[in-house]
């Protein structure tokens, strides 16, 4: 941070010498100045490189609960929904509304076979559900609207809870839930328990 910080003297030291100097003093205020630009380039990269690991490293440590996969975007319950918009990429359809569990907007990103609803708090968004709409997107375990329960129960065993035909597996901080009607799945949601506002 000091380096940084004295980098940045440095380059706004050059800069203002630049606007008052002329003939040769000008010509090593320009050295200097590409000098300091390019310390501080390779100290940005450098930061970014960290920055990049931790959060990987990050990310590594708050997934424990059930997680959806999006092409290589991996959804977590209750994760930070900032990266995991970008990893999508552009959405479909975009919904929000005020939240009523947490102060701010609660929000829904349509994407080609399920949608993402994230809610506030501590001034970011975080993941609250992903609910497949259609049957070409599955879970990491391959179940998709139209398998089977027991295709249900052979990816996930029978520690689960049901109620009117709805199979709810809970995992650390996330619920994963299938409607299931004469056999066969018609309905797919993650949700996420959420912390108390």
Request: net charge negative.
């Amino acid at each position: 941070m000091k380096k940084t910080m004295f980098t940045m003297i440095l380059m706004t030291a050059a800069l203002s010498m630049a606007g008052c100097g002329s003939g040769s003093g000008a010509g090593s205020t320009t050295a200097a100045k590409t000098e300091a630009v390019e310390t501080t380039a390779a100290e940005s990269s450098q930061a970014a490189e960290t920055t990049a690991e931790a959060s990987e490293s990050a990310k590594e440590a708050e997934i424990t609960g059930f997680t959806f996969v999006a092409g290589d975007t991996v959804i977590a319950m209750n994760a930070d929904a900032a990266p995991i918009l970008e990893g999508l990429g552009e959405w479909e359809n975009y919904a929000e509304t005020t939240s009523c569990a947490f102060k701010g907007l609660d929000k829904t990103y349509s994407y080609p076979g399920f949608d993402l609803y994230t809610y506030p708090l501590n001034g970011k968004d975080n993941v609250n559900s992903v609910y497949f709409v259609d049957d070409t997107v599955s879970t990491p375990e391959g179940i998709h609207i139209g398998s089977t329960k027991e295709e249900m129960e052979a990816a996930y065993g029978t520690d689960y809870e049901e109620e009117f035909g709805a199979y709810t597996y809970t995992k650390d901080q996330s619920r994963l839930q299938f409607l299931v009607t004469d056999g066969v799945i018609d309905s797919v949601e993650y949700t996420a328990i959420t912390p108390e506002a």
